[in-house]
Each structure stands twice: as structure tokens, then as C-alpha cells.
């Protein structure tokens, strides 16, 4: 598989929810106080959220996972699955990946 053509999920946490929940409660008290802060604060939590959407990829550019599993497994035999992880960045490793 063409490593630039993976095809990458977006999986919603629960505190995605809260999250937004509270984006749409600043917003909506701005809108009703008029306060340019709360627009403010409203703002930068919508830019923490464009942030992290559009440097998540970055992130895990240029890395290489291999497999390596048995030839054969038996069904209700545990075996064991090795991943190996390749970063082939030069300048900003990728650090703390949850698999």
C-alpha cells in the first residue's frame, strides 16, 4: 500500500464532545453579552481545534510500521504480533504514538 494514500479515520473521543460543548457556550454567551473577549476566547479554542486536525497528519508523515506475524495460527491460541516502527524524519521525530 502507497504510504501517501493511507486512508486515515478521524475517531471522536468523549472529550471531543465536551469540547465543543464548551466552544458552543462561549459562543453563544458572546453573542448574547456582546463582549468582544468571549468572541475572543471563542475563537482561539475553534484555532486550537483547526490546529490539531491539520498537524496530526504532519505528524505521522514519514513513518513505516511493518508487521510481522506467524505463519500459522490456531483458532483460541494466543499468539504474538510484532509491529516495528520506522521514523524517517530527519529534524522532528514523532513522539509518544499510541498503538
Known amino acids: 500500500m502507497n504510504p501517501r494514500k493511507a486512508n486515515m479515520k478521524l475517531v471522536f473521543q468523549p472529550a471531543a464532545g465536551v469540547f465543543a460543548a464548551i466552544f458552543l457556550l462561549v459562543l453563544l ?23 490539531s486536525l491539520l498537524l496530526t ?10 508487521r510481522e506475524a506467524p505463519a500459522s495460527a490456531h483458532r ?10 520506522e521514523n524517517r524524519k530527519r529534524f522532528f521525530p514523532s513522539v509518544s504514538l499510541r498503538i
Open 29 to 51: 454567551a458572546g453573542f448574547n453579552t456582546g463582549e468582544n473577549l468571549l468572541y475572543l476566547v471563542a475563537v482561539c479554542t475553534a484555532s486550537f481545534l483547526m490546529c
Open 57 to 66: 497528519p504532519l505528524a505521522l508523515r514519514k513513518l513505516k510500521v511493518t
Open 76 to 85: 483460541k491460541d494466543p499468539f504474538t504480533v510484532k509491529l516495528r516502527i
